[in-house]
């Protein structure tokens, strides 16, 4: 299962209410953090997300409110004696922007990476992926999309009396050997889809966003400005929620949650209002948000 929290829901300045960017996924055991805004360490600490199981920071741009909280989770990492490497990859100009912002030296290895939409990282049970995004300074969103898996019929693995470590051998070659009979890994699991995740950081839509956003299960888009100030959002580069929610209805997503909201909002709900006329499935974040895929 994959666990999302957002960990800042706002943008540009911190509010009472509301911490600076940042989103946290955790998956078998691991945190990924997409942008990292000032104070997102602390707000690990109160959302339930380990600091110290932190493997990877992905920035979606290089404006200060989505990096500056990196300078003070290395030292906390430092201080705990971290010894495994942290990877940090963004937009050209990271190194340079991460470099200047760290303190002295550390006991594990930092390594920055820049990349561009071109990017994708993959494993065995994941990978994660780069998107142009449009916004005042070059950016860059993210997929994380999870492999697609099988489950196992067990009427039928019963019946074929497949059983033990005969799982993990069909698994691992495709088909086994039951007497004299063959039995292949289709004939006895159906496919299950990888969940898709999408973060967008901060951008007005567009084409590559929406072609990023195809179908996925939760799309977290930009959402600072209401419809009302449009034209502050287009002179800011930032999406409207109704924008947002057009974007996600034509993409087909399955659930949108809304972020980096303007402080001048102080109750979103008009907001959410807004983005649920144009697509049901649309919920504005809250610091602490957590979403189960």
């Given amino acids: 299962m994959i666990k999302v929290v957002i960990l800042g829901s706002g943008g540009a300045v911190p509010s009472p209410a509301r911490s600076l960017p940042s989103i946290g996924i ?18 690990m600490m109160i959302h339930g997300l380990s600091y110290s199981k932190v493997k990877m920071i992905f920035l979606t741009h290089l404006h200060a409110d989505h990096f500056l909280g ?7 990492l430092k201080m705990n004696e971290r ?3 942290l990877f940090i990859f963004g937009p050209p100009g990271t190194e340079r922007c991460i470099s200047s912002i760290l ?7 930092i390594c920055i990476k820049e990349i561009d939409e071109n990017f994708c990282l993959k494993n065995e ?28 019929n067990k009427e039928k693995a019963d019946k074929l009396g ?53 179908g996925a299960d939760l799309l977290i888009h930009d959402g600072t400005f209401s419809d009302q100030h449009r034209e502050d959002a287009a002179n800011k580069m930032h999406s409207t929620v109704s924008q947002a929610a057009e974007l996600a209805k034509k993409a087909k997503v399955k659930n949108l949650v809304l972020v980096h909201m303007s402080n001048r909002y102080k109750d979103t709900s008009s907001l959410e209002k807004e983005a649920k006329k144009i697509f049901k499935k649309s919920q504005m974040a809250f610091d602490g948000m957590e979403i189960s895929l």
């Fill in 70 to 76: 990196i300078a003070g989770l290395m030292q906390t």
């Fill in 125 to 152: 049970k994941f990978k994660i992926s780069a998107f142009k995004t449009s916004h005042n300074v070059r950016g860059i969103g993210y997929i994380f999309q999870e492999n697609d898996s099988w489950n196992f």
């Fill in 162 to 214: 497949i059983k033990g470590a005969m799982f993990r051998k069909l698994e691992r070659e495709g088909e086994i050997a039951i007497g004299k009979k063959k039995v292949k890994l289709k004939d006895v699991t159906k496919p299950k889809r990888g969940v898709k995740l999408v973060y967008t950081g901060d951008t007005v839509p567009c084409q590559e966003v929406l072609l990023a956003s195809k």
């Fill in 26 to 43: 955790r998956y078998f055991g691991e945190v990924y953090l997409f942008d990292c805004g000032e104070g997102t360490q602390r707000q």
């Fill in 103 to 109: 303190m002295g030296t550390y006991p594990f290895q």
């Fill in 83 to 85: 010894k495994e490497p």
